[in-house]
């Protein structure tokens, strides 16, 4: 299995309050990505990163933000969590740009 | 990135292969098929993928048409936990591309 973890793994918020989830790799791999996956749907990305402070937005970008200081790390952050965010959230990493892309075992959040 | 069709679901008797297909009519000549396959609601596992050649590792087989418009991954030996959700994918093997997961096919392995 790729060295990918995720945490938290399971959490519930309340809506309106600031969510990190945190997306840390030892594989020393370039690109980073943040899917989510709702019922009935595939996943959708949110935003990748290619580099440490180089990052841009996915499909679904909308209400989430994200940072990656540290190769290993990926961070995304909802500012002000609400109910549409409940969802199913994956890391992902690849060596790079061609490659091939490996996924964590992924977030619950539930927004209440 | 080209976008695939995928039969909803398939059933497959245990022990017996399992050929799933897709379709992607639209795939340009840099562009690799990858497959993934979702076990319950664990992350997505990575099957296999190709250009242009059949590919076979230890999971699976993977046979792409000449014309490169379809695909089939064969699983030559299914078991219960194979029961998943396929996914084949398109992508591009330049730019920052990341991976576009359409709805995929629920195979479904039988005892």
């Known amino acids: 299995d790729a060295g990918i973890t995720q945490s938290p793994r399971h959490k519930v918020t309340e809506t309106g309050t600031p969510v990190t989830l945190r997306c840390h790799q030892t594989?020393?791999?370039?690109?980073m990505y943040w899917y989510r996956q709702d019922p009935g749907h595939g996943l959708r990305l949110i935003h990748y990163?290619?580099?440490?402070?180089?990052?841009d937005k996915g499909e679904v970008s909308d209400g989430y933000s994200v940072s990656r200081s540290k190769t290993e790390d990926f961070l995304l952050t909802l500012e002000s969590a609400t109910s549409s965010q409940t969802s199913v959230y994956f890391c992902?990493?690849?060596?790079?740009?061609?490659?091939?892309?490996?996924f964590g075992e992924g977030s619950w959040l539930t927004v209440v | 990135d080209a976008k695939t069709t995928q039969p909803p679901s398939m059933d497959c008797a245990e022990g017996r292969a399992a050929n799933l297909p897709c379709n992607h009519s639209t795939i340009s000549g840099n562009e690799y098929v990858y497959w993934y396959r979702q076990i319950h609601s664990q992350g997505p596992q990575y099957i296999i993928h190709g250009l242009k050649n059949n590919e076979t590792n230890e999971m699976a087989s993977l046979i792409i048409t000449e014309d490169r418009k379809s695909s089939t991954l064969i699983l030559p030996h299914a078991t219960l936990r194979d029961t998943a959700v396929y996914y084949c994918?398109?992508?591009?093997?330049?730019?920052?591309?990341?991976?576009?997961f359409g709805s995929g096919t629920r195979l479904q392995v039988q005892p």
């Open positions: 992902a990493i690849s060596e790079g740009q061609g490659n091939t892309i490996y």
């Open positions: 990163s290619y580099g440490v402070k180089d990052t």
């Open positions: 994918i398109v992508r591009g093997n330049t730019g920052r591309r990341a991976l576009t």
């Open positions: 594989e020393n791999h370039r690109y």
